[in-house]
Structure formats: C-alpha cells, structure tokens
T-cell receptor
Framework: GDSVTQMEGPVTLSEEAFLTINCTYT??????LFWYVQYPGEGLQLLLK?????DKGSNKGFEATYRKETTSFHLEKGSVQVSDSAVYFCALNSSPSGSRLTFGEGTQLTVNP | EAGVTQSPTHLIKTRGQQATLRCSPI?????VYWYQQALGLGLQFLLW???????NRGNFPPRFSGRQFPNYSSELNVNALELEDSALYLC????????????FGEGSWLTVV
C-alpha cells in the first residue's frame, strides 16, 4: 500500500536559517504529492503540490521537487521566519480523482528569533 | 470564494452522549472527507463521501457515522462518546475527477468529559 515517511521532528531553527524537511514515499503508479501546513490551533492548509515527476511546487518561499528516481519530495526554504513555526505534513494521493490522502506523521518546526 | 467551512468550532460533550459535526465543501466540490486528529496520533482517515454515497471508511468503530446531503454538505455523527474521542475533526473536500487536490477546513474541536 501507499506510505509516506517524514523526517522526524521536532526541528528548531533560528530565524533566517535554511530549512529542509525530508519526505520519501512508496506508492503504486504515479501519485500527486503535497505539503500541508498546520499552524497552532488551526486546520490544514495546502502549502504546495506537484503532480508529475520533476515538477517543482512552490509557495510563500517554500519549494519541493517531485523526484521519482529517489521517491522523494523534500520541503525547502532558504530563510525561515518565526511565522513559519508550524507542523508540516507530507502527503500523497495515488488516485486520479479525489480519493484519500496518505499522510506522513508530520514535522514540528519551531523558528526562534 | 469560500473554503471548506465547519461547525461548530468547539464542542464539549459528556461521555455517552452523541456529537454532530457539520461541513460545507468548497462550491463545485462533490467529495467530502473526514479525518480525526487526536493528540499525538497524527491524521487518521475516517470517511469519504461522494455524490451522497459512502465511498470509503477508515478503521473506526460503527459509532462513527455520517452522511452527505444533496447539496454535498456533510454531517459526522459520533455516538456513545468516549473520552478518547476528544480530538480535532477535520473536514475536507475535492472535485470528483480531474484534480486530486484535497482542501481542508479549520476543524471542529470535540472535547469529551
């Protein structure tokens, strides 16, 4: 079955540091890949997505590239801010229609000023 | 355009009672999903409805049930509440075909005392 493995947290960084959160997956076919973010006390927000190999998703300074050869979708940001403190979830959907997402366990990020 | 909306935001119930949570999907979306996020347990898939039918169900007991109305809104019912049902319940929606991106609401916090 489908599965997503995320880098274990928590991750603590200083403001303006470089961020990488690793995500690898196992799936049948060609899944779409997603990063969702959950700020404290809130629901999940779609951060970025990629639907085919070598696609790069980007939003709010975050980027992730769909690497089929390494089955990875690592999240990166060049300079984090205190406001980026949140839990980040990697997810995949291997169905062409809605169906259900398979989530990683989430990575808690704390950015200190 | 309005996103996925959920009500109530917070709900406190006594053990053994019933809870009803409501969700309105994004306009044009016909699929609705329910997830449970209990403290420290990540995101657990509960139910998927599309076109008024239950399409898939996660590993939860039958006292978790729901339905989808003709306007595609949805209700989640939890009967015979137990303390461990205390969690954030997230509703999400997507279109039926063509785009498998799933969008989440802000969630409903259920506390069982």
């Amino acid at each position: 079955g489908d599965s997503v493995t995320q880098m274990e947290g928590p991750v603590t960084l200083s403001e303006e540091a470089f961020l990488t959160i690793n995500c690898t997956y196992t799936a049948t076919g060609y899944p779409s890949l997603f990063w969702y973010v959950q700020y404290p006390g809130e629901g999940l927000q779609l951060l970025l997505k990629a639907t085919k190999a070598d696609d790069k998703g980007s939003n709010k300074g975050f980027e992730a590239t769909y690497r089929k050869e390494t089955t990875s979708f690592h999240l990166e940001k060049g300079s984090v801010q205190v406001s980026d403190s949140a839990v980040y979830f990697c997810a995949l959907n291997s169905s062409p229609s809605g169906s259900r997402l398979t989530f990683g366990e989430g990575t808690q990020l704390t950015v200190n000023p | 355009e309005a996103g996925v909306t959920q009500s109530p935001t917070h709900l406190i119930k006594t053990r053994g009672q019933q809870a009803t949570l409501r969700c309105s999907p994004i306009s044009g979306h016909t699929s609705v999903y329910w997830y449970q996020q209990a403290l420290g347990l990540g995101l657990q898939f509960l139910l998927w409805y599309d076109e008024g039918e239950e399409r898939n169900r996660g590993n939860f007991p039958p006292r978790f049930s729901g339905r989808q109305f003709p306007n595609y809104s949805s209700e989640l019912n939890v009967n015979a509440l137990e303390l461990e049902d205390s969690a954030l319940y997230l509703c999400a929606s997507s279109v039926r075909t063509g785009d498998n991106t799933i969008y989440f609401g802000e969630g409903s916090w259920l506390t069982v005392v």
